[in-house]
C-alpha cells in the first residue's frame, strides 16, 4: 500500500491531481458504518484487491475492501501505467532522433518537454483511475474503508477504530520497493518508482542501481529523455531470469540508447559533494566513481506484511516470502486467503489479477482451484519488449524433459524489416519430438502483444504444429510465431519421414 | 567443389604461413610465443598451447626439424614448470592455472589478467599433444614428456569450481573469482574433459551435466543445432578432439554429434550472411565467418556516411551479433573438416575478392569490406593474432592428415575425461 506523500500533495494542486486523486483517495471521503458482519473482507485496493471485490460482489456477498493509501495500487498510481506512458513518450524521442533509419528526416529541433511527458503520463492516469474509483467501488456496492487495517482476531480486523467481523477474508496489501542497503545511500536521497513520477525536471544525470524489469525500463526512457545515464547490475546480465540472448539484446538496445552499462558491478558507497551525488562502483578488481544528479533504485520489491497484525490471526508470513499460503491461496488460518504481491513469487499485475479470483473462489465456494495451475506471461516493456511464459530451457532441462527450440529472428519477418524493428526473435520451446509448448521467450518491439498467443496455446492444450494451420495476417510481426510453427511442422514430417524408411 | 591439387597446395600454403607465426612471435629464450604480432604485445597462454600443438605438424611437413622442435616445446613447458605459482599480482599462475597474459620476457602477469581456466585448457591441450608426439628417448623429449604430465598433473580443476556446480572462468588475486557467467555452449568441452580426466584434482560432482544443462537445441534457418553464436566455439574443442561418431548424453538425445554440430553452425553462418540483415558488403553465400576476432575500434563511417558503434576485438556470432560488418578471412577454413567443400568455397571466393584479408599468405584477424579506404580496399586488422593461426595451422592439419586427433585419440587423460563425461561409441 502507498503512502501519499508531501510531495503528492503539492502536486494536488494541479487539476488532474486532483481528478486523479478525487478517484483513488477522495479527500472528503468518509468510511461507512461497518455491516455487522461481511462476507468477505478485503484487505488492499490494489489490483488483487479489486478483481477479489469485483470477483467477490457479483457473487451477492457483502463486501468491503481496506485501503490504507490509494485505490488502485502500485500498477495504477506508481508502475505500470505512469510508467508505461512515459516510455511511450520516450520512445517517440528516440524515433525522431532515429528518423533517418525510417527514409524520413530528422526534426531539425529536438527538445525534450519533460513536464509535457509527465503531464500527459497524470492526465492518463487521472483518466484510467476513473475505473478503478472509490465512489465507483461503492456503488457497485462495496462498502469502502480508508485507511489503516489491523487483524484483532481471528475473524475480526479494526480500520481507525472501527470494528470488521468477516467470515473470509482476503489480503492483497502488495508490495513496496525494496531498498539496496548502500551506505550513504538514505542520506543522498534516492528516488524509487513510488516518487519518480512526482518529478517534474528531467534530472540531467542519473543512476540506475539494478537491472530488473523496472531499473531497464525507467533508464532506457530517462536516457531517450536526455538524462545522462548509467545503470548498474551486480549480474553478469540485465534481467537474470530471462535466457541470454534476450538479455544480451537489451545490453545491445542500452548501448544505442547511449546509456553507460556496469554489468557485474556493485554500487557500494553514497555521498554527496557539491550537489551531486557521488556513488562509489566496484567491478571484480575495478573501482571508480560516478557522478549524478539523481539515483533511482530498482532492486526488487518486498511484500506489505507489516503492521497487520498478521499474528493475531494466526497467519504466518515471512518479510522476504510474504504470506505464507497453499496452493490454494489459503493462509494458515483457514478462513483467511491472499492474493497478489503479498504472497506471490510473481509480482505482476496480472498474475495478482488471477490469483485474486482464484482466492475469491476457494473463499466462498465448495470447488477449490490451485495458482499452480496458472500460466503466466510476462513482458519487461524495454525497446525490444521482452516477454516469457511457460519454462525456460534450463527448467525443461533440471526436470528431465528434453526441449527443443524452434527460433526466428525477427529479421526473418516481413513486418518486422517494413517496421525497422528487426532487433530481436521469437524462441517457441517444445519437448522435444512433440509439439507440445514448454514455454517461449519473445524479443521484440510488441513482444508484450505476442505472447498471448502462445499462452493462449499453452492454457488450451494447442500444440505449435496447429499454430500452423492459424492463418495470421500479413504482414504482422506476429507472422514469427507462424514461422516457428511451421518449422515445427516441416520438422515433425521430417522426423516421421524419417522414421517410415528407417529399416 | 571435389578436392584437387590446387586445394592441397592452397591449403599447404596457409597452413605453412600460418605456423611461421609462431617462429616468428616466439622468444627463444622462454619458449613463449605472443598473443599478437603487434608491438608490445605480450604472451598470451592460450597461443602457447597452440604453439605446442604445432610443433608436431611443422615437424611432419617438414618445415621444422624434430630437435628444434622438441627444444621449443621442451623449453616453454620448463618455462611453466618452474613459473612464480604464489598467486601475487605479479605471478605466473596460481593452483596449476596461468594468467591469461604474460610479460614477454619475465613471464610475469601483465595488464592485470586474470588467471583463466579456458585458457590454461588450452595451453594444457598443447603440451600434452606434445608429448604425445615427442615420444623418442632424447634427453628433450623425456623431459618435455616429463613436464608436460607434471603440468597437467599440477592444475587444481576442482578448486576452479569456486564450491559452485561449474567451472569458474577466472580469477584475480585481488578480488578472487570473477563473476561473468558461462551459460549455454562453448569451446569449454576440451576445459571439461580435461577436468574430468585429471588423476589428481577431478572435478566434483556432476559438474558436466551441470554445465550442459545449460544447452539450448535449436532449430534456426532450418537447421538443427545446439546453438553457440560464434564460430570459434564450434572449433576450438574440435582441434584437438575428434568428436566424430562419439556422443555425451546430450548428443545421445539429439541424435547427433558434436562435429555434425559444429559442421551445422557453419551452415548456419552461411544462412546468415545470405540473410545479411544489417546490410553490411560482401556478407553472402561465399563470404561469411563471424566469430571471435579484431575489428575496428574507431568510430568510423562505413560506405553510406552512417556512424556505427565497433568494437575492437570482440566475439561476434550469429545471429545476435555484435555484427558490424566485420569478418574474420580464416574462420571457414578453421572449420574445414566439418565440411570442406562449403570450407573451401568460402576461402578461394573471399580471397578473390578481398586479397587484401592476405599479408602474403597469412590471414589477418579480419576485414571489414563496409569500411573501405581511399584505395577503396576493405578495413584490414592490422598484424596477426596468434589464435587464428593456432587453429587454422590444428585444423587444416586434422583436414589433411588428421594428425592432431589421431594423437589425442591416443591420449589417456583425453579418453579418460571423455568417459567421465559420458561419451560413448566410435574411436572411444
Redesign the interface.
Known amino acids: 500500500m502507498l503512502q501519499p506523500g508531501t510531495a503528492s500533495d503539492e502536486l494536488a494542486r494541479d487539476a488532474l491531481e486532483q481528478t486523479w486523486l478525487e478517484n483513488v483517495r477522495p479527500p472528503a471521503w468518509r468510511n461507512p458504518k461497518p455491516a455487522p458482519r461481511y462476507g468477505l473482507v478485503i484487505i488492499g485496493g490494489g489490483p488483487a484487491g479489486l478483481v477479489a471485490a469485483g470477483a467477490a460482489a457479483s457473487t451477492g456477498v457483502r463486501v468491503a475492501v481496506v485501503e490504507r493509501a490509494l485505490l488502485g495500487g502500485s500498477c495504477l498510481n506508481v508502475a505500470c501505467i505512469p510508467s508505461k506512458a512515459i516510455i511511450r513518450t520516450s520512445r517517440l524521442y528516440a524515433e525522431m532522433r532515429n528518423a533517418?533509419h525510417y527514409g524520413a528526416r530528422v526534426p531539425g529541433d529536438i527538445r525534450v518537454d519533460f513536464p509535457a511527458a509527465m503531464q500527459r503520463m497524470r492526465r492518463i492516469r487521472a483518466r484510467i483511475s476513473r475505473v478503478d474509483s472509490v465512489r465507483r467501488l461503492a456503488a457497485d456496492g462495496v462498502d469502502v474503508f480508508l485507511g489503516d487495517a489491523r487483524f484483532i482476531g481471528i475473524g475480526s480486523i479494526s480500520v481507525d477504530g472501527a470494528k470488521l467481523r468477516f467470515s473470509k477474508a482476503v489480503v492483497a496489501t502488495g508490495a513496496r520497493p525494496d531498498t539496496p542497503a548502500i551506505p550513504g545511500l538514505a542520506e543522498a536521497g534516492y528516488l524509487t518508482n513510488e516518487n519518480v513520477f512526482d518529478l517534474t525536471e528531467l534530472p540531467p544525470s542519473l543512476l540506475v542501481i539494478g537491472g530488473g524489469p523496472l531499473g531497464c525500463e525507467l533508464a532506457q526512457a530517462f536516457g531517450r529523455f536526455g538524462a545522462r545515464t548509467t545503470i548498474v547490475q551486480?549480474?553478469?546480465?540485465f534481467l537474470p531470469k530471462e535466457?541470454?540472448?534476450a538479455a544480451?539484446?537489451l545490453s545491445?538496445a542500452f548501448?544505442?540508447d547511449g546509456i553507460e552499462v556496469r554489468l557485474?558491478t556493485a554500487a557500494v558507497r553514497v555521498r554527496v559533494e557539491g550537489g551531486q551525488k557521488l556513488v562509489d562502483l566496484v567491478s571484480?578488481?575495478y573501482q571508480s566513481t560516478v557522478a549524478v544528479d539523481a539515483i533511482l533504485t530498482g532492486t526488487g520489491r518486498i511484500p506489505n506484511v507489516e503492521q497487520l497484525d498478521l499474528s493475531v490471526a494466526g497467519v504466518e508470513f515471512d518479510a522476504v516470502t510474504g504470506i505464507h499460503t497453499d496452493d490454494y491461496l489459503q493462509t494458515t488460518n483457514p478462513r483467511i486467503y491472499a492474493a497478489g504481491d503479498v504472497c506471490l513469487e510473481h509480482k505482476f499485475t496480472h498474475t495478482a489479477d488471477a490469483s485474486a479470483r482464484i482466492a475469491v473462489h476457494n473463499a466462498l465456494s465448495d470447488r477449490r482451484q490451485r495458482q499452480s495451475s496458472l500460466t503466466i506471461p510476462w513482458c519487461t516493456y524495454t525497446d525490444p519488449e521482452i516477454a516469457h511464459v511457460g519454462l525456460y530451457?534450463?527448467e525443461a532441462?533440471?526436470r528431465d524433459i528434453?526441449?527443443?527450440?524452434?527460433?526466428i529472428?525477427m529479421?526473418?519477418v516481413s513486418r518486422a524489416i517494413t517496421d525497422g524493428e528487426?532487433s530481436g526473435?521469437v524462441?517457441i520451446h517444445v519437448k522435444?519430438r512433440t509439439d507440445r509448448i514448454l514455454g517461449a521467450t519473445i524479443v521484440a518491439r510488441h513482444a508484450g502483444e505476442m505472447i498471448n498467443e502462445i499462452t493462449l496455446a499453452m492454457v488450451a492444450g494447442i500444440g505449435l504444429r496447429t499454430l500452423a494451420r492459424v492463418i495470421h495476417a500479413y504482414p504482422t510481426q506476429a507472422e514469427a510465431i507462424k514461422k516457428a510453427a511451421d518449422?515445427?511442422a516441416?520438422?515433425l514430417r521430417k522426423a516421421a519421414t524419417t522414421s517410415r524408411l528407417r529399416p | 567443389m571435389s578436392k584437387t591439387i590446387d586445394d592441397d597446395d592452397l591449403l599447404d600454403r596457409l597452413e605453412h604461413s600460418a605456423f611461421d607465426y609462431f617462429l616468428r612471435t616466439s622468444n627463444d629464450v622462454n619458449g613463449l610465443v605472443a598473443d599478437n604480432s603487434r608491438a608490445n604485445a605480450p604472451i598470451s597462454i592460450a597461443v602457447v598451447g597452440f604453439a605446442l600443438s604445432s610443433y608436431p605438424v611443422a615437424v611432419e611437413r617438414g618445415w621444422l626439424g624434430r630437435a628444434d622442435a622438441a627444444r621449443r616445446a621442451v623449453t616453454a613447458l620448463r618455462f611453466f614448470r618452474d613459473s612464480d605459482q604464489s598467486g601475487g599480482p605479479e605471478a605466473t599462475g596460481f593452483k596449476g592455472f596461468y594468467f591469461h597474459f604474460l610479460d614477454r620476457i619475465t613471464g610475469a602477469r601483465v595488464w592485470?589478467s586474470e588467471l583463466s581456466m579456458i585458457d590454461t585448457a588450452l595451453l594444457i591441450a598443447g603440451a600434452l599433444t606434445a608429448a604425445m608426439y615427442f615420444d623418442a628417448n632424447t634427453t628433450d623429449e623425456i623431459e618435455l614428456r616429463e613436464f608436460a604430465e607434471m603440468l597437467y598433473r599440477r592444475v587444481d580443476w576442482r578448486w576452479a569450481q569456486g564450491g559452485g556446480e561449474t567451472l569458474r572462468q577466472g580469477w584475480?588475486p585481488?578480488?578472487g573469482f570473477?563473476?561473468?557467467?558461462w551459460?549455454?555452449y562453448n569451446e569449454a568441452i576440451l576445459l571439461y574433459v580435461l577436468a574430468l580426466g585429471s588423476p589428481t584434482h577431478r572435478l566434483g560432482g556432476d559438474c558436466y551435466h551441470a554445465w550442459t544443462?545449460?544447452?539450448?537445441?535449436?532449430?534456426?534457418y532450418?537447421y538443427?543445432f545446439l546453438?553457440g553464436g560464434p564460430l570459434f566455439v564450434h572449433q576450438f574443442s574440435h582441434a584437438w578432439i575428434d568428436f566424430r561418431g562419439i556422443q555425451d548424453r546430450f548428443m545421445r538425445?539429439?541424435r547427433s554429434d558434436y562435429f555434425e554440430n559444429s559442421r551445422r553452425a557453419m551452415l548456419v553462418q552461411r544462412e546468415y550472411a545470405e540473410?545479411n540483415?544489417n546490410e553490411f558488403a560482401g556478407y553472402g553465400e561465399h563470404c561469411w565467418g563471424l566469430t571471435a576476432c579484431d575489428g575496428p575500434s574507431d568510430e568510423l563511417p562505413d560506405v553510406t556516411g552512417?556512424p556505427r558503434?565497433l568494437f575492437g576485438y570482440a566475439a561476434r556470432g550469429v545471429?545476435?551479433?555484435?555484427d558490424y560488418g566485420t569478418l574474420a578471412g580464416c574462420a571457414p577454413l578453421a572449420s574445414l573438416p566439418f565440411a570442406p567443400e562449403i570450407a573451401l568455397d568460402a576461402a578461394r571466393n573471399m580471397h578473390l575478392r578481398y586479397p587484401e584479408m592476405l599479408s602474403g599468405s597469412r590471414y589477418a584477424s579480419s576485414f571489414n569490406p563496409s569500411l573501405t579506404g581511399a584505395d577503396g580496399r576493405a578495413w584490414v586488422s592490422p598484424g596477426h593474432f596468434g589464435l587464428d593461426q593456432g587453429i587454422l595451422v590444428m585444423m587444416i592439419e586434422n583436414h589433411r592428415s588428421g594428425l592432431i586427433w589421431r594423437l589425442m585419440r591416443e591420449c589417456p587423460h583425453i579418453r579418460a575425461g571423455l568417459r567421465r563425461a559420458g561419451f560413448r561409441g566410435g574411436w572411444l
Open positions: 533517418e551486480d549480474l553478469p546480465l535466457e541470454r540472448d544480451q539484446l545491445d548501448a544505442r557485474n571484480d578488481d530451457v534450463r532441462r533440471d528434453p526441449v527443443k527450440t524452434f527460433t529472428p529479421h526473418d528487426e526473435f524462441k522435444e518449422a515445427c516441416a520438422s | 592485470r584475480k585481488e578480488c570473477l563473476h561473468y557467467g551459460e549455454g544443462a545449460t544447452y539450448q537445441w535449436e532449430n534456426l532450418g538443427d546453438y538425445e539429439k540473410r540483415p552512417e558503434r545471429p545476435y551479433g555484435p
